[in-house]
């Protein structure tokens, strides 16, 4: 199958707040990147995308519509047209939307209106659909070191689409813990993974929680909140990076608790995990051998005091 791949694309889409590309004095940015829509099945939904050329000469651009499913954590794939009708009786989204095709200048500073319409079939099945319309300037290019593979630059903004009807929101917790178990101080890293095995897409937002040894809450990561990134689609996984920034302080050494809680969905369904970690401002050599001599210390203590109280109950 041949897959049209527009440069910049699967790999970072879902994630970054700002998409456009450039090269030396051109430069065309979307808005909106992400549109979430929900509909019902017969249904329309029609709106504008903003197109605008930052560069210092006029562009030609064209619009399109191509669908795509989720990738690897969170990189989206796109189908060409000729897939696109292969999916046709299937879930493609992009066979639902129209928009002008026709090419448009856009001069240098300024900005240029794309409508879209969305017409969902009576017989749609619920669940999430998803596309993108396209903007891209000049004509598609043949890579030459790959077969059946088209290059062009552009820009796009995508549509979550969720048609409405008897639809599974589900989030599986399959990773989240810190890189080490003990720390320096300065940065904690943590990761966090989420698999979605329903069949809408789904966006967990919450709060990773830490306290520190006296259960005094120490800090917070925000994960998802002010955004409209960060979303699972259906039959996929993705794991998140955070880091939280502590202050190396001898004081503040000691056990750790981070609780993750996390809501998503219609339903507000929640996610909730606690793990545990050291601050030791030491080497990690240092802290296993101020573990392993605490431990001692405790062993002999508890030996010292088990041979106290049998000589005691030996004279008895």
């Known amino acids: ?8 694309f699967p790999v970072i889409f879902l994630t970054l707040p700002f998409f456009a590309f450039g090269e030396a004095d051109l430069s065309l940015t979307i808005s909106p990147l992400i549109n979430k829509i929900e509909v019902e099945p017969g249904g329309s939904r029609s709106g504008i995308l903003q197109v605008f050329n930052m560069g210092s000469r006029e562009v030609e651009a064209t619009a399109s ?5 989720g990738g690897y954590q969170g990189h989206v794939n796109f189908f060409s047209r000729e897939e696109m009708e292969e999916r046709r009786e299937e879930i493609s989204l992009g066979s639902w939307m129209s928009v002008d095709e026709d090419p448009f200048l856009i001069p240098p500073g300024e900005g240029r209106t794309v409508h879209f319409r969305i017409d969902v079939p009576e017989d749609a099945e619920p669940g999430g659909k998803y ?3 396209l903007v891209t300037t000049g004509s598609p290019e043949r890579d030459s070191e790959s077969t059946g593979i088209d290059l062009a ?4 903004s995508l549509f979550l689409v969720n048609v409405e009807g008897d639809v599974i929101e589900k989030a599986v917790l399959r990773d989240f813990f810190t890189e080490d178990l003990f720390y320096r101080g300065d940065e904690i890293s943590f990761r966090l993974g989420v698999e979605n095995p329903g069949t809408v897409h789904i966006q967990p937002r919450g709060e990773i929680r830490i306290y520190d040894y006296g259960g005094r809450r120490a800090g917070a990561i925000d994960v998802n909140r002010i955004t409209d990134f960060g979303n699972v ?3 996929t996984e993705r794991s998140w990076d955070f880091t939280w920034n502590k202050k190396n302080d001898i004081m503040e050494a000691g056990r750790y608790k981070a609780v993750l809680f ?3 969905g219609r339903d507000r369904s929640e996610i909730y995990k606690e793990i545990n970690f050291w601050v030791l401002p030491v080497t990690r050599r240092g802290a296993v051998m101020v573990l392993i001599l605490s431990g001692l210390f405790f062993a002999l203590v508890g030996y010292r005091l088990v041979e106290i109280y049998g000589k005691e109950a030996f004279k008895k």
């Open 1 to 8: 199958m041949k897959k049209l791949v527009y440069i910049f």
């Open 65 to 69: 519509v191509l669908d795509f499913e």
């Open 131 to 133: 596309a993108s319309v």
């Open 153 to 156: 630059a552009g820009v796009g």
């Open 233 to 235: 689609l259906p039959g």
């Open 262 to 264: 996390l809501e998503y």
